[in-house]
């Protein structure tokens, strides 16, 4: 049974480009949540996506935008990238609401130059 | 941001002895908490969960304690090995049936022979 699985694994952009990362669940799992890590930190919740909906979003501009596909897969978009957005980007899913635990992938390393 | 963590707080520790990582959450009608274990480059693995109603859950080599009064949580770790060695976060799952983690400063344990 896979795990969550996510790509690139790796990335290197300039700013002002945009990005797409992928992310696909956790067989089973219908939620899948974004988070960004910059180094030393935790985890920093973005959205969360439910039945192809947005269903919560945490404080981050509307540079980043998402989308959830029927098969549960997910993209996160960010767009006009800044230096700051540097950082690892987890995807995490979950077996529907009320969530239980969330089980992360092993994240895009995205480096803005 | 939510999550605090400018400061990784480290924790060394001798190979078989017993380690414990301490943990403040943020809001005490929080309902939901999960110890996570991140390896360098890796995405957080899921350890242990405990839900409010409790207030001491074990898994294997592992035991979650939770202080609702205090608003502490504690994660155990008996026999420490060196594969052991990882920064650990504890997340909250946000208040309000939403389903956002909030993380909090992450611990990093060291383990040597």
């Known amino acids: 049974d896979a795990g969550v699985t996510q790509s690139p694994t790796h990335l290197i952009k300039t700013r002002g480009q945009q990005v797409t990362l992928r992310c696909s669940p956790k067989?089973?799992?219908?939620?899948v949540s974004w988070y960004q890590q910059a180094l030393g930190q935790g985890p920093q919740f973005i959205f969360q996506y439910y039945e192809e909906e947005e269903r919560q979003r945490g404080n981050f501009p509307d540079r980043f935008s998402g989308h959830q596909f029927p098969n549960y897969s997910s993209e996160l978009n960010v767009n006009a990238l800044l230096l700051g957005d540097s950082a690892l980007y987890l995807c995490a899913s979950s077996p529907g609401h009320p969530v239980g635990s969330q089980y992360f992938g092993p994240g895009t390393r995205l480096l803005v130059l | 941001g939510e999550s605090v963590g400018l400061h990784l707080p480290t924790l060394s520790v001798q190979e078989g002895d017993n380690s414990i990582i301490n943990c403040a959450y943020s809001n005490s009608a929080s309902d939901y908490f999960i110890w996570y274990k991140q390896e360098s480059g890796k995405g957080p693995q899921f350890i242990i969960d405990i839900r409010s109603n409790m207030d001491k859950r074990q898994g294997q080599r592992v035991t979650v304690l939770l202080n609702k009064t205090v608003k502490h949580l504690s994660l155990q770790i008996a026999a420490t090995q060196p594969g052991d060695s990882a920064v650990y976060f504890c997340?909250?799952?946000?208040?309000?049936?939403?389903?956002?983690?909030?993380f909090g400063t992450g611990t990093r344990l060291q383990v040597f022979p």
């Open positions: 997340a909250e799952l946000g208040v309000g049936n939403t389903d956002k983690l909030i």
């Open positions: 067989s089973g799992h219908d939620t």
